[in-house]
Structures are given as C-alpha cells and as structure tokens.
C-alpha cells in the first residue's frame, strides 16, 4: 500500500524556474526520504530528513518536513532539462521496508 | 564500486509460466529488498533480508511469489504460474547502513 501521496501528480516547468514538490503522509515516522526515477526504472536516492529537522539542503534541492501536518516539500532550484524525472518520497527505511508514496512527474523544458 | 545489478533487465513470459528474477547487491550490503512497481505508481515492498533469511516478506502478494538469499549476497525472487498483473518492474535495493537503500535498475516483466 502506499503511505501517502505526492502533489502535484504532474509538473511542467522552464528551465531556470524552481519546481515544488509536496508529499503527505499518513502514520508517524522517524525519517523522511526523496527519490529520483528516470524512465521508470531505478530510483537514485537524493535526501533524508529526520523527524526532528525542519529543513535540509543539498545543492539545488531543499527539504522541509513538518510533522505537525504529516507533510513534506522537495524545492529544486534553477532546475534544468536534466532534472526531468519522476521524484518519490518514502517513509520507513532503518532496516526496515520504504513506503513510497505515488510520485510526481516533472518535466522541465529547454 | 559497482552498484545493485538485476538481469534480465526485461523478461517477457506467457501466463502461467514461471520466472526467476536476480539481484547482484552492492558487495558487502547486509540487507536487500524487493519491491514491485506499477505504471504510474510508487515502488511497493515485497520482501526484506538480513543476511540469508527473510526478515520480513508481509510484501509478497500471495504463495506464487517466492525469494531466496542462499549465501546472503545474489538474491532470486521467484513467481509461479505468473499471471497478467505480474506485470511490473521489479525493484532491488541493498544497504549497509540503516537509512539509504541503493536501487538497481530493475528487471521490466511482462507476462502475456
């Protein structure tokens, strides 16, 4: 099953333009997970959150988590044609199964 | 180093035929998953191992799904009498430390 879902389910954007990306989730969690796929296949793993940070940076893309709300954004900045992938969050991991959620498909355009 | 492999890459089978499905883990990795991934859907969970044995397998559908780790390195997920909606990629990932799971790229299945 999954745990929750990504909003939006698509996004179009320029390159250059930031692309926002949110993920709610349903039970409580002690890390939060943002993942890459490209053509469907195999997921890159771009960030982990814990539960007890608000806020986490790497490169280009920004984390935020809210516990309060079950709630979770990725921002990629100054994006490029090459950011053009489908991103997925996930709760679990610590040896334990990853729930993902239903994923975002973003297309960043030339 | 290398990363997670899984061959073949895409399999094409007729229903009620049997497959088996390999994962090459990162070498060292303790642990390794399996998950199944539908068009337009989020990968979902299968079955976890911790070395040799099955430390959770809540994930497998039914009994047709089988996966075994003999040496607690290549692992094989196993499917009997495949059916249409086994059509799927499936997912391994293999970690070593608790958070970070490293996915391979997927064996693509397709059952007629």
């Known amino acids: 099953s999954q745990q929750g879902e990504e909003d939006p389910q698509a996004l179009s954007i320029q390159e250059g333009e930031n692309a926002t990306m949110n993920c709610s989730y349903k039970?409580?969690?002690?890390?939060l997970q943002w993942y890459r796929q490209n053509s469907g296949r195999g997921l890159v793993h771009l960030i982990l959150?814990?539960?007890?940070?608000r806020e986490k940076h790497s490169g280009r893309l920004r984390v935020t988590l809210d516990t309060s709300k079950k709630s979770s954004s990725l921002l990629i900045t100054a994006s490029r044609a090459a950011d053009t992938a489908s991103y997925f969050c996930?709760?679990?991991?610590?040896?334990?199964?990853?729930?993902f959620g239903t994923g975002t498909r973003l297309l960043v355009s030339p | 180093g290398a990363g997670v492999s899984q061959t073949p890459s895409n399999k094409v089978t007729e229903k009620g035929k049997y497959v088996e499905l390999r994962c090459d883990p990162i070498?060292?990795?303790?642990?390794l998953y399996w998950y199944r991934q539908s068009l337009g859907q989020g990968p979902e969970f299968l079955i976890y191992?911790?070395?040799?044995?099955?430390?959770?397998d809540s994930g497998l559908p039914n009994d047709r799904f089988f996966a075994v780790r003999p040496e607690g390195s290549v692992s094989t997920l196993k499917i009997q009498r495949t059916e249409r909606g086994d059509s799927a990629v499936y997912l391994c990932?293999?970690?070593?430390?608790?958070?970070?799971?490293?996915f391979g790229p997927g064996t693509r299945l397709t059952v007629l």
């Open positions: 070498s060292g990795h303790t642990a």
């Open positions: 990932a293999s970690s070593l430390l608790a958070d970070t799971q490293y």
């Open positions: 996930a709760t679990g991991g610590g040896f334990q199964k990853l729930v």
């Open positions: 959150i814990r539960s007890n940070e």
């Open positions: 039970t409580s969690i002690n890390n």
């Open positions: 191992f911790q070395g040799t044995g099955a430390a959770d």
